[in-house]
T-cell receptor, first 111, second 118 residues
């Protein structure tokens, strides 16, 4: 079955630094979604990418969808304490609807 | 506009008891998904329901687990004869669209029900 993998599993970042987390699928995705879950909270939708090679920005967050539509990345610049949480990517297989979630990248920030 | 409502937020059961988790989707949403999350793990799909229909229950264990979404009232995830391995956070999510058509927009998640089995 489809597998969505994220690396790294944990990201410890100094406040103000940049980092990138990666998402890879074993199958082609019709789209990729990113969610953020704060500690003790619930997943909240961040963004959806649909087109091959698409890049979208939300303030300090940059999301990219790979050309082959099998991988994606999230880059955060000038990390802040509000960025703490677990970032999940999720994608359905082509012509499918079940979202398969990666295991997430858990981000902690050192002030 | 209320979001996805789940209750109870926390539930403690002893082995062998039953757990019932309820989910009211966002207003206007008729598609409900249940996901299970173990500590420090991702979200595992369990079941996809529309009103009065189970569309896909491929992620739900065949025994002890059942789900429904009646015409009136919330969706219910029922776990019979709970075991310690059932301890997890159970998230419900809703969507306004029939995702089988390929309109895979965002899912709106509830705050989850955290089940602890003693």
């Amino acid at each position: 079955g489809q597998q969505v993998m994220q690396i790294p599993q944990y990201q410890h970042v100094q406040e103000g630094e940049d980092f990138t987390t990666y998402c890879n699928s074993s199958t082609t995705l019709s789209n990729i979604q990113w969610y953020k879950q704060r500690p003790g909270g619930h997943p909240v939708f961040l963004i959806q990418l649909v087109k091959s090679g698409e890049v979208k920005k939300q303030k300090r967050l940059t999301f990219q969808f790979g050309e082959a539509k099998k991988n994606s990345s999230l880059h955060i610049t000038a990390t802040q304490t509000t960025d703490v949480g677990t970032y999940f990517c999720a994608g359905p297989r082509s012509n499918d609807y079940k979202l398969s979630f990666g295991a997430g990248t858990t981000v902690t920030v050192r002030a | 506009n209320a979001g996805v409502m789940q209750n109870p937020r926390h539930l403690v059961r002893r082995r062998g008891q039953e757990a019932r988790l309820r989910c009211s989707p966002m207003k206007g949403h008729s598609h409900v998904y249940w996901y299970r999350q173990l500590p420090e793990e991702g979200l595992k799909f369990m079941v996809y329901l529309q009103k009065e229909n189970i569309i896909d229950e491929s992620g739900m264990p065949k025994e002890r687990f059942s789900a429904e979404f009646p015409k009136e009232g919330p969706s219910i995830l029922r776990i019979q004869q709970v075991v310690r391995g059932d301890s997890a956070a159970y998230f419900c999510a809703s969507s306004p669209r029939d995702r089988r058509s390929g309109n895979t927009g965002e899912l709106f998640f509830g705050e989850g029900s955290r089940l602890t089995v003693l």
